[in-house]
């Protein structure tokens, strides 16, 4: 029953994490949500302190939601954060910091409601990546690497537990309207020779959110992925989808061209 199933969603403050939330909720299911500066209600979701790059906040949040609910049916991983900076420009401490967010918070996550779901046999993990882990974009490298390693990880984390009654799927959105954007940490180290490229880049990356899809289709896609008994393993979501098809058939010349025109990185 819809009613009985228990999930998590994290980083539910904004963006699709506060839409799936408020969906599921409004569909029957016990949803619980995450913060990193509280443990209360939100928009009548029940929401959990979550400092997504600690090991013993990730299994405390777990071991609070198991004592209110009894189990966990439905983990979405959707907390994460973007970093802006060209490769030589981002330290490798700043590299780390947000891989630990973005690739490793999601792990953690993971390995703390694993086994209660092994032991049922039954359980459902949904990790929120990009297309940008499929084409990323330049000067925001460090996010389409870690949601590159996100898509990896649940391909082969659904390999390892398909057989214990355990169901994974990677949600790939494009650009939306969410606040991804305006969050953004920066790079400490900013090299000139960069300059006139980034700006270029940036100019170009925030008229595709300004002019992205409404962040309630991911919300839907992610319902339509835990009532579907079957699921895939991945779902591309919004009007860039078309480069995955576009970039299996297209030289690498002519994409790169496209992307480098798309970017503006050769005005």
């Not at 998590?8 to 969906?23: I, N």
């Not at 995450?34 to 090991?55: F, M, P, V």
């Not at 082969?156 to 799927?169: H, N, Q, T």
Request: charged share 25%; with cysteine; glycine share 10%.
């Amino acid at each position: 029953m819809v009613e009985d199933r228990v999930v998590l969603v994290t980083g539910t403050t904004s963006g699709f994490g506060k839409e799936t939330a408020s969906l599921l909720s409004s569909k029957g299911f016990r949803v619980f949500g995450t913060s990193r500066k509280q443990s209360d209600n939100q928009d009548g979701i029940a929401t959990l302190r979550l400092e997504i790059g600690s090991d013993e906040s990730a299994r405390t949040c777990v071991a609070e939601l198991l004592q209110k609910a009894g189990r966990i049916d439905v983990l979405v991983n959707n907390a994460g954060q973007v970093i802006t900076g060209g490769l030589e420009e981002t330290s490798i401490d700043e590299a780390k910091a947000h891989f630990d967010t973005n690739l490793f918070g999601a792990v953690r996550m993971v390995n703390a409601v694993l086994p209660g779901m092994r032991k049922r046999r039954s359980g459902q993990i949904i990790n929120v990546a990009s297309i940008a882990g499929t084409f990323p974009v330049p000067f925001e490298g460090y996010y389409g690497m870690a949601k590159a390693a996100m898509m990896t990880y649940s391909e082969v984390l659904r390999a390892e537990v398909k057989s214990l009654g355990i169901k994974v799927s990677a949600v790939e959105p494009g650009f939306f309207k969410t606040n991804l954007a305006g969050s953004r940490q920066r790079a400490a180290n900013r090299i000139g020779d960069y300059d006139a490229l980034r700006e270029r880049a940036h100019r170009a990356l925030d008229e595709s959110f300004e002019g992205g899809g409404d962040p309630t289709k991911v919300a839907e896609t992610i319902l339509k992925i835990v009532q579907n008994p079957s699921p895939r393993l991945h779902y591309v979501i919004g009007n860039e989808r078309r480069f995955v098809f576009l970039k299996r058939i297209m030289p690498e010349s002519v994409m790169e061209s496209q992307l480098r025109k798309h970017w503006h990185l050769d005005d």
